[in-house]
């Protein structure tokens, strides 16, 4: 597999050098400054690439070209989003880019609770607390019908959290939820945002009367028109599952599942519609079984991200050690070395350790972290390849 790294561009104070230095072969990058809908022009894609490959790596990745909120609930701006999209493909794929991830989750892309939760060696991981996560829907929220999604004990519990939690904590949880794990990947929200909340609300609402039928209908609808410009510009286009894999805010998922990853590859049934494989996201439903997902979808596979979690009974996830937890990343070395061999890879996420906990990247991003599981992930690599163990 190609060694690629997540890099958030000039201002990211992981250098391209120190990249190069530690293995990495290719870039994954996007043009953040973009607003979502606008086109990537050549000149703006040109100057990064240029940038990259004078560093001597090489942009092997967009992650992501984002599909607008009007694309996936069917907005009256719709197909100008989409013929957007399209001329922005055209462009990377001109530009000798030609793999390019993106999602098609309603209105948050990834949920986590906790951005630093202590492990018992000190470092920290990411972590999912589904009561606190219940609690932030149904009383900080305050979402229409929102206990109605949770069983009674979640309920419960939510009450028993909401005598003890405090405001700082309240704030906190508003902050991770809707800013600090959405602000440097979504174009939906950013730092300072003087009401999260109002403005969540209003995102939410124009999802409603959208369920997953409708969703799978929006996502079928742009597929047919991207994958062809995709297919004429040599460009692989690959949708990163849910994370996590199931319904939350009375919001649809659709790539949550072996059965989701079926349809959406039999909709528009072109080898350039593909899948990101995040084994973190995949792994943190207990509905999925990871190996058996590699072995079945790697044909289809575009570009892979290696992570792993630890997952309970009642839906805490963890970040896990990559060569620990559900997400069994040295076997999926081993298939994807074996039936899609040369596609890129990346380390996703990584603890927070040694003296990065003070420094201001973004959660899951820190460099030491990433660089210690890169250098588990190149072990593994070069054991199957040189002794296929």
């Known amino acids: 597999m190609e060694r690629t790294w997540r890099w958030f561009g000039k201002k990211d104070p992981v250098t391209l050098d120190m990249l190069r230095q530690i293995g990495v072969e290719g870039i994954v990058t996007s043009l953040h400054e973009v607003p979502n809908g606008e086109i990537w022009t050549p000149e703006a894609i040109g100057e990064l690439k240029n940038h990259i490959d004078i560093s001597g790596l090489r942009w092997s990745v967009v992650e992501s070209l984002p599909v607008p909120e009007a694309i996936k609930y069917g907005g009256k701006d719709r197909d100008r989003l989409v013929e957007n999209y399209k001329i922005s493909l055209a462009n990377l794929g001109r530009a000798g880019v030609k793999t390019v991830c993106y999602n098609f989750m309603p209105v948050i892309d990834w949920i986590r609770t906790d951005l630093r939760k202590p492990n018992g060696d000190g470092t920290y991981s990411l972590f999912f607390d589904p009561v606190r996560f219940a609690y932030f829907d149904c009383c900080l929220l305050a979402r229409k019908d929102a206990e109605k999604d949770y069983p009674a004990e979640m309920i419960e519990k939510v009450h028993a959290l909401g005598k003890t939690i405090t405001e700082a904590e309240k704030e906190e949880l508003i902050d991770t939820v809707i800013i600090k794990t959405q602000g440097f990947v979504s174009g939906n929200f950013r730092e300072g945002e003087k009401n999260p909340v109002q403005l969540f609300k209003q995102l939410l609402a124009l999802y409603d009367g959208i369920d997953k039928a409708q969703l799978r209908e929006n996502m079928k609808y742009f597929l047919e028109q991207a994958v062809p410009v995709a297919e004429a510009y040599g460009v692989n286009l690959c949708v990163h599952p849910d994370d996590p894999p199931f319904a939350v805010l009375g919001l649809p998922r659709i790539v949550t599942s072996a059965e989701d990853i079926e349809w959406f590859l039999s909709a528009v049934d072109n080898p350039h519609n593909g899948l990101t494989f995040c084994a973190g996201s995949l792994s943190s439903g207990l509905h999925n079984d990871v190996i058996a997902l590699a072995?079945?979808?790697?044909?289809?596979?575009?570009?892979?991200?290696?992570?792993?979690?630890?997952?309970?009974?009642?839906?805490?996830?963890?970040?896990?050690?990559?060569?620990?937890?559900?997400?069994?990343?040295?076997?999926?070395?081993?298939i994807f070395e074996r039936e899609n061999p040369g596609i890129p890879m990346r380390i996703d996420?990584?603890?927070?350790?040694?003296?990065?906990?003070?420094?201001?990247?973004?959660?899951?991003?820190?460099?030491?972290g990433r660089m210690y599981a890169f250098a588990q992930v190149m072990g593994v690599m070069a054991a199957v390849k040189e002794y296929d163990v």
């Open 295 to 334: 072995r079945r979808f790697a044909k289809r596979t575009h570009f892979v991200h290696l992570r792993s979690t630890e997952v309970d009974k009642d839906g805490y996830v963890l970040e896990a050690s990559h060569l620990e937890g559900r997400g069994h990343v040295i076997e999926l070395v081993r």
């Open 349 to 368: 996420h990584g603890r927070l350790m040694l003296d990065d906990v003070n420094k201001t990247y973004n959660p899951g991003y820190s460099f030491l």
